[in-house]
């Protein structure tokens, strides 16, 4: 089995029109690497460590470890305790593809004011499951 240690993205968003994409050329070059290294690893079945900042449902929020295969989120596990009133679903997680698509569609959306985005500097280890 294949895993990514983490992704996170933090998103803020403004009702200002105008602002222009968030991303500063360093950001964007940074972003491009990142993804180079992810699709050079040509991983679809992984599991990933992730939480989503954003104003969407709470589980999305807490640190939690997503099963991927071909490319599809099918299984989670919070880290944390979850919000009150939420449960563990796959409902709303992106996959490390689809994240690296949602950072490029923020960085064109004129509401945004930053995304925040830490890469892993390695995009997976191997490691045996038992």
């Not at 070059?29 to 699709?39: I, M, N, Y």
Request: positive net charge; contains cysteine; glycine residues 6%.
């Amino acid at each position: 089995m294949r895993r990514l240690m983490f992704v996170s993205v933090a998103v803020a968003a403004l009702a200002a029109a105008g602002c222009g994409g968030p991303l500063s050329p360093s950001q964007r070059s940074q972003l491009e690497k990142a993804r180079a290294r992810w699709e050079s690893a040509g991983l679809t079945n992984y599991t990933a460590e992730s939480r989503i900042r954003c104003f969407c449902p709470g589980h999305l929020a807490v640190w939690t470890r997503l099963s991927i295969r071909d490319n599809q989120v099918i299984d989670t596990q919070p880290l944390e305790p979850l919000p009150p009133g939420s449960f563990a679903t796959p409902f709303g997680w992106r996959t490390v593809t689809d994240l690296f698509d949602r950072i490029d569609q923020l960085n064109q959306e004129e509401y945004i004011k930053s995304v925040t985005v830490q890469y892993d500097p390695v995009p997976a280890t191997r490691s045996r499951s038992s």
